[in-house]
């Protein structure tokens, strides 16, 4: 009788799957990092709009109108940690699931961050700057369309470096396995 060795290789299908898990697991954190940058940044400390300034209704050199910024500015802040929490979930349920041994890539994992930053930025340029036109990137300038676009033009670099970096041939170094001991062998 012939003892039958065991392919300790994931199949194909389990390692797309895997793939699939950690771009989103990337792109959610990217979502995240990307709206906590223009909230903590943009928002809070260069003060440049908040979430209402080009409504009209609630201008921030009023307490009123500021209140009513900040809690807005508030609900975008919990929307991005919401984002940034799906990702850590997303991330650790696959790193912890054992039944994987796909190759884990920094510098691709890096890409899907800044393609997901970089997902922000259109998304939510577009909406806010540009349809709802609740707030501009700068508002207190006379040209705000020439920073919107600016704040798009930043947004699409950081989605195609994203995919180029994802994309850059890997060097044998960085590209590892990593293979998991199943429990009773621990």
């Known amino acids: 009788m012939t003892a039958r060795t065991t392919d300790a290789r994931p199949s194909p299908k389990r390692t797309t799957a895997r793939t699939s898990r950690l771009t989103l697991a990337g792109v959610l954190l990217g979502l995240g990092l990307g709206g906590f ?3 903590i940044v943009l928002h809070q400390v260069l003060q ?6 080009s409504t009209g209704d609630h201008p921030v050199n009023t307490v009123a109108g500021l209140e009513t910024n900040t809690l807005w500015d ?3 802040h919990l929307s991005t940690y919401a984002l940034t ?3 850590l979930v997303v991330l650790m349920t ?4 054992r039944r994987h041994s796909a ?5 691709t ?7 997901g930053w970089g997902l ?3 998304v939510e340029g577009v909406i806010d700057h540009h349809l709802l036109g609740i707030h501009h990137v700068r508002s207190d300038v006379g040209n705000q369309l020439l920073w919107d676009l600016g704040f798009l033009a930043w947004g699409a670099l950081m989605v195609i470096g994203g995919y180029v970096l994802k994309k850059a041939k890997q060097p044998s170094t960085e590209v590892r396995s990593v293979r998991r001991q199943p429990a009773s062998s621990r």
């Open 37 to 39: 940058f223009d909230g």
């Open 48 to 53: 440049w709009h908040h979430m209402l300034t």
């Open 74 to 76: 508030g609900f975008f």
């Open 85 to 87: 929490i799906a990702g």
């Open 94 to 97: 696959e790193l912890s699931d």
């Open 103 to 107: 190759p884990w890539s920094t510098r």
């Open 109 to 115: 994992f890096a890409g899907n961050i800044l393609i």
């Open 120 to 122: 922000f930025n259109l």
